[in-house]
């Protein structure tokens, strides 16, 4: 069963099925959506929870000896497997069928991934998990949906705002649907109850540390390397969620990435910015970022991006300020180098 975002609250009210997939790379739904169902899942008992972070060289033997195993804890369990950017692998799919064919009593099983492409989809792992799986696509809002996706969210806010308002904080979001609802949140905190103009908007989004984010991630890839890492420096001092720094430089790594392969494979950067959904006045700038790097680089600075992700979820060890300065250093086009140290 495949459904959007916007229908598991609903879908969530009647019998759990063995396994949720949530498919897409958007932050805010993919965050929200997990939320939700380990929410609901630990209200009908669900009280132990076992996650997984899929990466190169990922045991499947000891996610399939959890799966087999009786719980320690609880009678009713989660199991999460937390894909990333990367998708199933041939050994995956044998482990993901196998469970398909007999899911554990009691178990819930929550799958990330950020894509499947069609090929994916039609493999026999993905065909049997479809059967007994709920499916939860999250997907980017449509620029043109976007000022509709913020009215519903202030409703949902208890606040009323005038069309020059929702436009505003379109336009000032850029699609960022996570920056948006956190705009949305300090809105209604301002301004319980009330009809919201383009005054408010503005003073909120001129106070507003989030879209400071969207600032640095701009001198990053202007390659302003003493901007950006002052910017960074007063994120950091102003207690700024490491998460979604991490988040808005990994998703320019992202499209960069792809946006390079795609032109080294002929196709025309005019489409490109529509198919990425590039606004005309950042076009610009991220052609100018991309003259400074081959692909490859675009994409072990992604792979980079994803590391420092894990430090902030605690899964690795480090500081992840130390390596989003390092990073951002990097594509800004400064070498850096560590510094040796003496032992005697």
């Given at each position: 069963?495949r459904?959007k ?48 972070y ?11 000896a ?9 009678q ?10 990367r ?109 919201i ?28 390397a ?16 490491a ?8 998703q ?29 006045h950042?076009?610009?700038l991220?052609?100018q ?22 430090i902030v ?24 180098f560590a ?6």
């Open positions: 069963m459904i975002a916007a229908q598991l609250a609903a879908q969530l009210k009647k019998p759990f099925t063995p396994i949720y997939l949530i498919l897409g790379e958007e932050p805010l739904q993919l965050r929200e959506s997990t939320d939700l169902i380990r929410s609901v899942a630990r209200q009908q008992g669900y009280q132990e929870r076992v996650v997984f899929v990466d190169t060289g990922f045991d499947w033997n000891q996610f399939d959890e799966a087999n195993s009786l719980s320690l804890f609880a009713r369990r989660i199991l999460e497997l937390d894909f990333g950017s998708t199933p692998n041939e050994g995956a799919g044998k482990i993901l069928q196998a469970y398909c064919a007999h899911p554990p009593a009691e178990t819930l099983l929550l799958i990330t991934v950020d894509k499947l492409d069609g090929q994916k989809q039609k493999t026999k792992w993905f065909i049997e998990l479809e059967k007994i799986a709920t499916i939860v696509l999250v997907s980017a809002i449509e620029i043109a949906q976007l000022p509709q996706w913020i009215a519903q969210r202030m409703q949902q806010a208890k606040l009323q705002a005038t069309p020059e308002a929702i436009e505003l904080l379109a336009e000032r979001s850029e699609g960022h649907l996570l920056a948006c609802a956190q705009e949305i949140e300090k809105l209604a905190l301002l301004y319980p109850n009330q009809s103009d383009t005054p408010q908007v503005l003073e909120a989004v001129a106070d507003s540390a989030r879209f400071e984010v969207f600032g640095w991630v701009e001198s990053v890839l202007k390659g302003d003493p901007r950006s890492v002052r910017q960074l420096e007063n994120l950091r001092s102003e207690g700024q969620d998460f979604f720094i991490c988040w808005a430089l990994q320019e790594l992202r499209n960069l990435a792809q946006i390079s392969f795609a032109i080294q494979q002929g196709e025309s950067m005019d489409m490109l910015f529509k198919q990425f959904r590039i606004w005309s950042r076009q610009t991220i052609k970022a991309l003259k400074r790097y081959p692909t490859i680089a675009w994409q072990r600075f992604l792979k980079q991006s994803i590391k420092i992700d894990k979820k605690g899964v690795e060890i480090g500081d992840p300020w130390d390596e989003l300065k390092r990073l951002s250093l990097f594509v800004s086009g400064v070498r850096v510094t040796a140290k003496k032992t005697h």
